[in-house]
């Protein structure tokens, strides 16, 4: 984790007046947030002190998020206003506005902290950050043995106690994705309970059944995916007809009337938001998303259902 910081005088009161965290593994972005966090409130009442935003939520006010960060700390010395989502596309017109606006003379007293998985660094924004206050670059490890020690060390901060091998059994079973090693550590937590040993034997049984048990929920989605193409294919057709369906798709004719059953409830676009959501959970079951199959399916259904 790499961090640069202004040197301006008069930015000094323990923290920047305003911190951009940045980096492609959630799971280093939460560490450095924590300890922010820390850093600022110290152990003040955190109802007053804190506000939370995320640019990615429909309906953010940008306004709202600057009348915050002027907000003066109740009983504390200071206060955080987090905003989450600055990569975003709905998040442009905060950040090259009202925020570039706060920036020109933010409050002393308050700690803006802006979160996400990456920035260019050429835009104004960004510059006008690195200027007055600091950026925290969160980078993990990249080697086999590095990454070995911070599974090992992970499991130490969960209250597990690794015996010889179990970090790497992990790593050989999950790969150096940090995010994703972060869940099954947190899962493997779970199975060790108060008595908190883990063996390599207990990792290869554990993660590998969790591994054999999500190749059904990949084939039920690759099934849906497979649905979703066929009935997009029939939506584009004109006419929007069983003959039609049959002929240009090479199925059988109940099949095709049932296609275009389906495919006269949904229009084009929504169609592809649906198939938008598969690939979304396609990608989480495969652990790009450290999310479990069951929340990943469930928000599948609620995508395609809305």
């Known amino acids: 984790m790499s961090s640069s910081r202004s040197s301006e005088p008069g930015a000094e009161p323990g923290f920047a007046p305003v911190v951009l965290v940045c980096g492609p593994e959630a799971t280093l972005r939460d560490a450095a947030l924590a300890e922010l966090r820390e850093r600022v409130l110290a152990g003040a009442p955190r109802d007053f002190n804190e506000d939370r935003f995320d640019l990615g939520a429909s309906g953010f006010d940008p306004l709202a998020i600057v009348a915050a960060a002027r907000t003066l700390p109740v009983m504390a010395r200071a206060r955080l206003v987090l905003v989450r989502g600055i990569g975003e596309k709905r998040a442009e017109k905060f950040l090259d506005g009202a925020l570039l606006e706060y920036l020109e003379s933010p409050l002393a007293t308050t700690c803006l902290v802006l979160e996400g998985e990456e920035v260019d ?31 090992e060390a992970r499991m130490r901060q969960r209250g597990l106690r690794p015996g010889s091998g179990a970090a790497a059994a992990l790593f050989d079973q999950v790969g150096p994705e940090l995010d994703r090693l972060a869940l099954e550590i947190e899962k493997l937590a779970l199975f060790a309970g108060e008595r908190g040993e883990l063996s390599a034997d207990d990792v290869a049984e554990l993660v590998g059944q969790l591994r054999a048990r999500a190749v059904y929920e990949l084939a039920l989605v690759g099934a849906l995916a497979n649905h979703f193409r066929r009935l997009l294919r029939a939506r584009e057709l004109r006419p929007l007809e069983a003959a039609e369906v049959q002929r240009k798709l090479g199925v059988h004719p109940f099949a095709a009337e049932k296609l275009v059953e389906q495919a006269r409830r949904f229009d084009l676009r929504r169609l592809k938001v649906c198939l938008d959501a598969i690939r979304r959970t396609d990608f989480a079951l495969k652990g790009g998303v450290p999310i479990g199959p069951r929340m990943a399916l469930e928000r599948l259904v609620l995508a395609v259902c809305a």
């Open 121 to 151: 660094k050429r835009q104004k924004w960004v510059k006008r950050v690195a200027k007055i206050g600091q950026l925290v670059e969160c980078t993990g490890p990249t080697r086999p043995a590095e990454v070995r020690r911070w599974i």
